[in-house]
């Protein structure tokens, strides 16, 4: 056959691949057997495919090693296998080079130096690591280094760096193949098990591996430009651009030093972003949320910036946007040069800010009234080991306790250890100075502790963020490395908390409280917040400050406040509490679980989406257009409105309520289960949500039968026929304007701005139309006297003038035109219609 016949083009070209015999002869092996080993090769493949691995195979096998050249044909043997490219443990290649393998090493046989190259060829072709390592070994192909090296570097170069890493671990080619030509191309492809496997198999590649990335960690240094250089030597495909900036790279090099037991400390640029990043947090803190003290800001700022070089003068500069008189002030304690600070501080004088000790005073306005208050006055602390033995007879004792524990903020390099440990009983609060007892010596005592009180089921213990405690307590205390971190006696008040909501327990204070902390669940109990000045407080200090051990015994003691609280709420209001507490400690799953089911089984929703009616936040006013296409009574909580006024109007219409954050229900006439919190995610993620949790259904005679910007229901179709009659009645100069006064609802204008607004995941948001200036006669409007908007009439009729037969919608309250090629009823259709084929 003329293979050219193939070629229907001159422009085409046929690349003729040789066989991997043909590849092994050009390399110098000699791929032919003579008779005799045909014949035990013959016989060998049919007395594998019986036996497999056993005597029998093995004893056959032997007579290999009576030929004369018994390596080369191992080689040849191997090649003619079936599973000749996955030779897998149990395969008959992965039998012949095993079995090679000790034969040579028991015998003191070394094979041929013109094998090594050959042999390399055949491994490489392997899907299989350990079959590659092994014929490293048989062979002994490191000695042909120079040989082997450019085809390593060809390898890589192709972007081919998983088989590359491979091969270089295997002969160990670390020095020779520098590691940012390795291992980078599969960073930027995010295939970061690969790299994790080449470090598990050398650790002694991971520094130099962190040290380039450190480097690229250099604020100076602009990532993308650096990749963009890189690619020019290099060939890269399938690259994760998203990846390419300092946040992803900087948790990325932390991982690797958590994971190879690497101290933070050795790569400078992330403990220096790390310090940074903690400064600004705590700026705004300072500066913005209030929740600072000043004695607890100087700590911080003293300790983070003594620790980590090179932060100083960027906290500076930092700082000049909110408090310039405290940017001096900084400037001169840490002796900054005048040159390196901004232009407008240098004309300041440094000796008009006062710096003296009255200005590191802490300074607190905020009323103590405000804030919850700690109703004992028995705090103890526990620093000897005398005190210890006492303190845990005490508490033994008691059949509920809270736990509570601090370390200091981690801004830089060195992860901080746990400081404190509280643990307040109705009577005491006891504070555990774990900075003393953390030696080897005290182990014992720790032991102890966890036998006759952390492990002890019959004692509760409650807890905010119980787990995440016990996890610091775990890592960072010695002698209590092998806790429990949930579990029967461990009582975890958040998950209590929500757990007690989802079951309608009704919280009559919840007015107008956001979030989910502990100091939000204070406030909705007793009226007032905890003071959260000192949650950020450097708690390896020592001596303590008196504010520091008054909020570590505060935020402990309140958990049984808390605790009895809500125990008496529960038999007001009927709900076993005992019994939520178990489900809690126990791990079991809310029953209200079950309505999962309801996402993928559609016959399980109960209600026409017409039964339906919502008022929802401005936060979620982007959904508002989704739900009225589907039919769904949808109008938006005016932003002046207050909560309790928002569950009056809910109650007086007979609404449910979608709120952006968890919010409580301050009547028991409204029940908590008609409030839904939506976590942030797409919008298909969240309108999924909102017809399983309400029972509803989407059905096609529901698309449609509501206006989407003026929820009004009264749409009717409008045909060509009066398309055309509309059109005699409108002039459409070039810089005239009219105002569609009725376009929207009247009492939600304001939340206009947020409908179809911006969200941060990746669902496509619609934006409302922008109307175009036209003027118009009085008869361009409804029957009810809305001014039609025209400011996409000229699209209606060049769509219409091809397809006559079909209908356009007309919303008489609003004057608003749908039609199925407007942009933003396509987007909406192209969700919802999932939604429909869902439930047939």
């Not at 191992?74 to 992965?94: G, H, N, R, S, W």
């Not at 972007?159 to 960073?187: H, M, R, T």
């Not at 902390?517 to 007793?526: A, D």
């Not at 039968?705 to 059109?727: A, I, K, M, P």
Request: with cysteine; proline share 3%; aromatic share 10%.
């Amino acid at each position: 056959m003329n293979i050219n016949n193939l070629v229907s083009s001159s422009h085409q070209s046929i690349k003729i691949v040789p066989s991997t015999e043909d590849t092994l002869k050009k390399l110098g092996l000699n791929v032919n057997l003579d008779d005799n080993v045909r014949i035990w090769w013959y016989q060998l493949q049919m007395t594998w495919q019986t036996w497999k691995i056993s005597s029998t195979v093995d004893n056959h096998f032997v007579a290999l090693y009576n030929f004369e050249e018994p390596y080369r044909v191992a080689l040849v043997c191997v090649i003619k296998c079936q599973e000749f490219k996955d030779c897998k443990p149990k395969t008959l290649p992965y039998y012949i080079i095993e079995s090679l393998q000790k034969w040579g090493e028991m015998n003191n046989q070394i094979p041929n130096d013109s094998l090594k190259l050959p042999a390399f060829h055949i491994a490489k072709m392997q899907r299989n690591q350990q079959f590659f390592n092994m014929m490293v070994q048989t062979f002994n192909i490191k000695t042909i280094k120079d040989k082997i090296l450019p085809l390593v570097k060809d390898i890589i170069k192709n972007d081919n760096c998983k088989q590359g890493s491979q091969i270089v671990s295997a002969l160990e080619l670390y020095d020779d193949i520098p590691i940012e030509d390795l291992l980078f191309p599969l960073i930027l492809q995010d295939k970061i098990n690969i790299v994790d496997e080449y470090l598990s198999d050398s650790p002694s590649q991971v520094r130099p591996l962190l040290t380039f990335l450190d480097s690229l960690l250099d604020k100076k240094i602009n990532i993308r430009e650096y990749v963009q250089k890189f690619l020019e030597d290099h060939t890269v495909y399938n690259i994760k651009y998203d990846k390419l900036h300092h946040k992803p790279l900087g948790k990325f090099v932390a991982r690797l030093c958590s994971k190879y037991n690497v101290a933070v400390a050795t790569c400078t640029n992330l403990s220096k972003n790390r310090t940074s990043g903690g400064l600004r947090y705590l700026i705004y803190q300072k500066y913005v949320e209030h929740n600072v003290s000043d004695s607890v800001w100087d700590d911080l700022v003293k300790d983070s910036l003594s620790r980590t070089e090179g932060c100083a003068e960027e906290f500076i500069n930092i700082l000049c946007d909110y408090d310039h008189i405290e940017a001096i002030k900084w400037a001169k304690f840490f002796n900054i040069s005048e040159t390196c600070l901004p232009s407008f501080l240098r004309n300041l004088s440094i000796q008009e800010t006062s710096v003296d000790e009255e200005n590191w005073d802490d300074n607190d306005d905020n009323p103590s009234d405000l804030y919850y208050k700690l109703p004992i006055d028995s705090i103890i602390m526990v620093d000897t080991a005398e005190k210890f033995h006492e303190t845990l007879s005490s508490i033994i004792g008691c059949n509920v306790v809270s736990i509570d524990c601090e370390w200091k903020p981690s801004f830089g390099a060195v992860q901080s250890q746990v400081a404190l440990i509280q643990i307040a009983t109705l009577t005491n609060v006891y504070l555990f100075d774990t900075l003393i007892f953390n030696g080897k010596q005290y182990t014992s005592l720790w032991n102890i502790f966890n036998k006759s009180f952390l492990d002890n089921d019959e004692i509760i213990k409650l807890g905010f963020g119980l787990e995440q405690d016990l996890k610091e307590i775990k890592a960072s205390v010695n002698g209590l490395n092998n806790i429990k971190i949930k579990g029967e006696g461990l009582l975890d008040l958040a998950l209590l908390w929500k757990n007690l909501v989802d079951c309608g327990l009704c919280l009559p204070k919840s007015n107008d409280v956001e979030g989910k902390g502990l100091s939000s669940l204070v406030q909705i109990c007793f009226g007032v917040p905890l003071k959260k000045s000192e949650q950020c407080s450097n708690w390896e200090l020592r001596p303590l400050r008196q504010t520091q051990i008054y909020y570590a015994a505060l935020d402990a003691y309140v958990l049984l406040e808390v605790y009895n609280y809500l125990q008496n709420l529960c038999q007001e209001q009927n709900i076993n509490f005992e019994e939520m507490c178990n489900e809690v400690m126990l791990d079991k799953k809310p029953k209200k679980t079950k309505t999962v089911k309801l996402e993928t089984t559609a016959c399980s929703y109960t209600k026409p989406s017409k039964s339906l009616r919502l008022l929802i936040e401005a936060e979620l006013s982007y959904l508002m257009g989704y739900l009225r296409y589907c039919g769904i009574d949808t109008i938006v909580i005016n932003t002046s409105m207050a909560w309790h006024d928002a569950i009056g109007l809910a109650l007086s219409e007979e609404r449910n309520i979608l709120t952006s954050k968890l919010k409580l229900s301050c009547t028991s006439k409204y029940p908590q289960s008609a409030i839904l919190s939506l976590d942030k995610g797409t919008v298909k993620d969240q309108l999924q949500r909102i017809l399983t949790t309400f029972h509803v259904i989407i059905t096609p005679e529901d698309i449609l039968t509501r206006c989407l910007y003026c929820n009004g229901v009264e749409l009717r179709n409008v045909g060509y026929s009066e398309l055309q009659d509309l059109n005699k009645n409108v002039q459409i100069p070039g810089n005239c304007s009219i105002h569609n006064t009725n376009m929207y609802h009247n009492d939600y204008d304001d939340q206009i701005d947020d409908f179809f607004s911006d969200s941060d995941d990746d669902e496509t948001y619609i934006s409302p139309p922008v109307p175009t200036n036209y003027t118009q006669n009085r008869k361009c409007v409804t029957n009810k006297g809305a001014l039609i908007d025209l400011s996409h009439f000229s699209k209606i009729l060049s769509y219409f003038q091809t397809k006559q037969n079909e209908h356009i919608l007309l919303c008489e309250s609003c004057g608003k035109f749908y039609w199925k090629e407007e942009e933003t009823i396509k987007n909406i259709h192209l969700l919802i219609t999932q939604f429909i084929n869902s439930n047939m």
